[in-house]
């Protein structure tokens, strides 16, 4: 169907759930949602686009913070887009002004929705009966731009020295300044906005250095007071407006706004007023473009964009650079910066890699290859360079793993990863058994139809997201359906399998013999030799049971 046409009904197409997938063992704090549809009942349904959340931090106030753990207090945002978008045909739709304004928008070239998702109050009590539940509220825009928006329509930033962080645009059309503080609001333990004390809230053009009130009194500096939950809607004000806060401007203040950082300013007494978040003096806001994690194998190259604004307008000349923050102390990481490209008249510039083999620095572990975190820092012409908040990127590099197709093997091969994987997740041994060759054998159809699965597809198996294309490539290559006959000259090679299929040693033997052609004990000795020096790699570590092995990626 056409992308401007119109469903009459609501709810996935998939009757499988969305996964949250972690980029690696050692990166835990940059998981991307894979398989999500978000929608709004009578409106429109859309696949969320995959991309790393950002922006975490503990959020908890109170005196029973301390009771509960670390996940329940955190708070993080997702900010992606909506493709694959499908509109409802629903009576409410021609009833909706608004809703037609947007549809009417849909057809044009650089139309987007955009999707923020605030996450907050995990349940990690195993006894509650919200047990892994959590709360999300966010917020779906929609914009047309000829380029893209990281950010979705926010390109300003204000921001606090606890976490947290406050994204906001200016319409100067309907001269009003919209500002989303879902993210920097409080909760308790139960996950109820906690409003803020102290005094009461301000926005304000604010030039850093004045710590006096007299601003207060001037419309031109003045944009509003901000009243967070309260009793505007009482315990639901978040649910309901999503933590979004419209000050209409006045006409003095628009005409200087776009040139002069704002600023958030909580007045504690008549004479004493102190910043409580605050735009960049410069005005600058530096975000990426796409996906801010990536797997990689060895002697892969490519791009990271970042786009850079100026309050609000894009920003040209800033140059975007890497510092390596992962691992620590690591003077030989196994990926090279090739280039760097400032930003144009779009605001857009790039940095672009090059990958290499990292070899095995986390065997013990067994885990595949290495995970390079980095800071971004950002410097426009001959200004300051800074490091750009809340802004990492990270790249996975899988190990080299050299294979000879028609030459594998399953005790040299696949029974290693996959008896690692029966392990970690015993679970899955009812439906099918990946430490048993016979179960395997059976099921390969089933196996080969999940890893050939697009990795954006939910059924994809999300811990395989680890599993390096090569190592992938190897598992499929194994042909375990073709019959003996068909390879019978081949049997006795030195790894003792036929050319092509990936057989246990014993049952050539046992095929061979039937063919007349008896293994020397010279050759059997050598198999089980490669076949024991393959179990005692996978073999738990001391002080480990088989269920705290890590799967290899």
């Known amino acids: 169907m056409h992308r401007c046409g119109c469903f009459n009904y609501l709810g996935s197409d998939s009757t499988t759930a969305g996964k949250l997938v972690d980029l690696d063992t050692d990166n835990q704090v940059q998981s991307q949602l894979w398989g999500l549809v978000v929608g709004v009942d009578g409106f429109l349904k859309g696949d969320f686009v995959p991309r790393s959340f950002n922006h975490m931090h503990d959020a908890c106030a109170g005196l029973d913070c301390n009771t509960v753990t670390g996940d329940t207090r955190l708070i993080a945002v997702w900010v992606s887009m909506l493709q694959n978008v499908k509109w409802i045909d629903d009576p409410l739709v021609r009833q909706s002004d608004f809703i037609q304004q947007v549809m009417a928008l849909r057809c044009m070239p650089g139309f987007q929705l955009h999707v923020k998702l605030n996450v907050y109050n995990m349940i990690v009590a195993s006894k509650s009966e919200d047990y892994l539940y959590g709360r999300v509220v966010g917020t779906?825009?929609?914009?047309?731009?000829?380029?893209?928006?990281?950010?979705?329509p926010y390109k300003r930033m204000l921001w606090r020295d606890d976490g947290g962080h406050v994204p906001f645009y200016v319409d100067v059309h309907t001269k009003q300044v919209l500002l989303d503080f879902a993210n920097s609001m409080k909760f308790d333990i139960q996950g109820n906005p906690i409003g803020p004390s102290g005094g009461p809230l301000y926005l304000l053009q604010y030039n850093g250095t004045k710590r006096r009130c007299e601003p207060l009194s001037n419309e031109a500096y003045n944009l509003g007071e901000i009243k967070l939950g309260g009793d505007l809607y009482g315990n639901y004000w978040l649910q309901r407006t999503a933590g979004i806060i419209a000050l209409s401007v006045k006409h003095k203040a628009i005409e200087?706004?776009?040139?002069?950082?704002?600023?958030?300013?909580q007045q504690k007494s008549p004479t004493h007023c102190e910043p409580v978040l605050e735009e960049r003096q410069d005005g600058l806001f530096v975000e990426a473009v796409g996906n801010r994690v990536a797997r990689k194998e060895p002697n892969d190259e490519w791009n990271v964009k970042f786009r850079a604004f100026q309050f609000g307008r894009s920003a040209k000349g800033v140059i975007v650079k890497t510092k390596l923050i992962w691992p620590p102390g690591d003077l030989k990481p196994a990926i090279d910066i090739v280039s760097t490209k400032p930003s144009g008249n779009d605001g857009i510039s790039s940095i672009t890699f090059r990958s290499s083999?990292?070899?095995?620095?986390?065997?013990?572990?067994?885990?595949?290859?290495?995970?390079?975190?980095?800071?971004?820092?950002?410097?426009?012409?001959?200004?300051?360079?800074?490091?750009?908040?809340?802004?990492?990127?990270?790249?996975?590099?899988?190990?080299?793993?050299?294979?000879t197709p028609g030459k594998v093997t399953w005790y040299e091969h696949v029974y290693p990863i996959f008896q690692q994987y029966a392990n970690l997740y015993p679970v899955m041994k009812p439906i099918i058994n990946l430490a048993s060759y016979e179960d395997v054998t059976k099921k390969m159809k089933i196996l080969k139809h999940v890893l050939t699965l697009p990795e954006t597809n939910p059924n994809y198996m999300p811990v395989t997201r680890d599993l390096s294309p090569t190592k992938r490539r190897m598992i499929l290559s194994c042909d375990t359906s073709t019959t003996l006959a068909q390879s019978t000259p081949n049997l006795l090679k030195s790894d003792g399998m036929s050319s092509g299929y990936c057989r246990k040693p014993e049952r050539v033997w046992r095929e061979a013999e039937e063919f007349g052609q008896t293994p020397t004990e010279k050759e059997r000795v050598k198999n089980r030799r490669v076949a024991g020096r393959v179990l005692a790699k996978s073999w738990p570590l001391p002080g480990q049971t088989p269920v705290e092995l890590h799967a290899t990626h």
Do not use: M
């Open 140 to 152: 779906i825009f929609a914009a047309v731009s000829k380029h893209p928006l990281p950010y979705g």
């Open 256 to 265: 200087t706004i776009g040139n002069t950082p704002l600023a958030v300013i």
């Open 357 to 403: 083999n990292p070899g095995e620095p986390r065997r013990e572990e067994q885990l595949d290859g290495q995970v390079y975190k980095y800071d971004i820092t950002a410097q426009q012409g001959g200004d300051h360079e800074f490091i750009v908040r809340d802004l990492q990127i990270s790249t996975l590099v899988y190990s080299e793993y050299p294979f």
